[in-house]
């Protein structure tokens, strides 16, 4: 499968980019981190609960490709596909005490994204793996943490680094 990798620095802004690169350091996309609405901004500062960001993946010319939001935060969230315009609900399954996987429907298949005991996430289409994607510097040692993603193609690498940034990699 390639490989595709973007870096996380320690020190994040309101409003960042990621660059997605392919295994020839092209750029490929880019992990974009937005705010929320701003009766949601409010509540995640009052509550200190749930995704404190939005996220969203879009192409090098900044057209978005997959937009993960909530409507409360730490509730209900969605997938907006912007190449359809469909929103899909994210269902959150409990698996042990702490852990949850993440299940989205697009186009009629099952998407699902499960995280092992080394916090790595592994995205699963129809219960096939498609993609990989694990945080390399679990240690922190530096002010930043490269992320590498292990997918079929472009597509399910944006995908699969949305969902995890979102559900593994911050926790949500």
């Known amino acids: 499968m390639p490989i595709y990798s973007y870096t996380v620095p320690e020190f994040v802004s309101y409003q960042m980019n990621m660059p997605i690169h392919n295994e020839q350091r092209e750029l490929v996309y880019l992990l974009k981190k937005t705010r929320h ?21 879009q192409t090098q010319d900044k057209i978005p490709i997959y937009k993960i939001e909530c409507l409360f935060t730490g509730f209900r969230y969605t997938l907006l596909n912007c190449s359809t315009s469909e ?16 299940t989205v429907t697009i186009n009629g298949d099952v998407y699902r994204l499960e995280k092992d005991y080394a916090c790595t996430g592994e995205l699963k289409k129809n219960d096939e793996t498609i993609a990989t994607i694990r945080n390399l510097d679990n240690v922190s040692t530096s002010l930043t943490n490269r992320i590498r993603i292990e997918a079929i193609d472009d597509k399910t690498a944006a995908l699969a680094a949305v969902l995890y940034h979102t559900f593994i990699y911050f926790g949500a």
Not at 87 to 102: A, G
């Open 87 to 102: 929103k899909l609900s994210i269902n959150q399954h409990r698996t042990q005490l702490i852990e949850k996987i993440q």
């Open 37 to 57: 609405r701003f009766l949601t901004q409010i509540a995640h500062m009052l509550l200190r609960y749930g995704m404190p960001y939005c996220y969203q993946v």
